[in-house]
C-alpha cells in the first residue's frame, strides 16, 4: 500500500468514526439545531442593533452569516483534543501506527463540513427569514468563496486544536479566536473604521477577506471580480494548514515529554 493510499484510509476511518460518535451521542435533527440556530441568534442580535443604530441591515446580515463558519468550525474542531482527552482515548490514538496529525485531520473533516452547512443555512435563512435581495447572487462566486472560506478557517481551527494536545482544554482560545473574528472582520462594521493597528490583524485573518468576497457575491461579483480575496483566502488557508501541521508536531512532542498526553 503507498503512502498516499494509506494516510487517505486513515483520514476516511477517522471521518467516519467521528460521525458516528457524534450521532451515537445526539440525533441528526438537534446536531443541526445546535450548528444553525446559535448563527441565526446572532444575526437577529447583531441585526437589530443594526437597526437601532441606523446602520446598514444587510450589510449586518451577511457579515454575520459568514461569521457562523468561524463559529461552528472553530468550536467542533477546536473541542476534538479536549474530548479524547476527556473520554480517554487519547493514549490509543497515540499508539496508533499512522500520525496524530492525520487522525485529527479526518476527525476534524466533519467539524469543517458543518461550518459548510451553517453558512449555507444562515444565507438561506438571511434571504427569506430576514429579507436579503439575493436577485442577483452569483451562485458560483458564493461556493467558491464558501469553499475556500471552510478551508482557510478549518486550518485556524487545527491551530487552535492543536494547544489541546498539551494543554487541558483548548476552549478559552477558540473563545477569543471566535470574537475576534467577530469584532476585527468586518462582520459588522467596515475594517477601515478599526485602529490601524488593528487593521493589520484583521488583514492576516482570511475571514475578514471572506466577508468581503461573499458581500461581493451576493450582489453579482464573478470569480474574477473577486480575485484578490479568494487568492488572499487561498494563501492564508495554506499558510494556517502548515502551521498547523508543526504546531501538532510541537504540542505532541511537548506533550509526550511532559507528560501531558493523558491530562485532563
Request: charged residues 10%.
Amino acid at each position: 500500500m503507498s503512502y498516499v493510499t494509506e494516510r487517505m484510509r486513515v483520514l476516511k476511518a477517522s471521518c467516519v468514526l467521528s460521525i458516528h460518535d457524534m450521532f451515537t451521542i445526539i440525533r441528526p435533527s438537534l446536531w443541526l439545531l445546535q450548528v444553525v440556530v446559535p448563527s441565526l441568534f446572532a444575526m437577529f442580535f447583531f441585526s437589530m442593533i443594526a437597526l437601532y443604530a441606523g446602520a446598514d441591515r444587510e450589510f449586518v446580515i451577511i457579515g454575520n452569516a459568514v461569521q457562523s463558519i468561524g463559529m461552528t468550525t472553530i468550536y467542533a474542531v477546536s473541542g476534538i483534543p479536549g474530548t479524547q482527552k476527556h473520554v480517554g482515548t487519547m493514549s490509543p490514538l497515540v499508539m496508533a501506527p499512522s500520525s496524530l496529525f492525520t487522525i485529527f485531520l479526518g476527525m476534524s473533516l466533519f467539524g469543517i463540513a458543518a461550518g459548510f452547512i451553517s453558512i449555507a443555512v444562515s444565507l438561506f435563512c438571511a434571504s427569506f427569514i430576514f429579507g436579503v435581495s439575493m436577485a442577483s447572487i452569483n451562485i458560483t462566486s458564493v461556493l467558491i468563496v464558501i469553499l475556500l472560506t471552510t478551508f482557510s478557517v478549518g486550518g485556524i481551527s487545527m491551530m487552535i486544536g492543536s494547544v489541546g494536545i498539551y494543554l487541558r482544554t483548548s476552549a478559552i482560545i477558540a473563545n477569543v479566536a471566535t470574537y475576534l473574528g467577530l469584532v476585527l472582520c468586518g462582520v459588522n462594521f467596515p475594517v477601515s473604521d478599526l485602529p490601524g493597528w488593528a487593521q493589520v490583524i484583521a488583514h492576516c485573518h482570511p475571514l475578514t477577506y471572506a466577508v468581503e468576497a461573499t458581500r461581493g457575491a451576493v450582489v453579482g461579483s464573478t470569480v474574477s471580480d473577486l480575485s484578490d480575496p479568494i487568492f488572499m483566502m487561498i494563501v492564508l488557508g495554506i499558510i494556517f494548514v502548515i502551521l498547523a501541521y508543526l504546531m501538532f508536531r510541537f504540542f505532541e512532542h511537548l506533550a509526550r515529554v511532559k507528560g501531558k498526553m493523558d491530562t485532563f
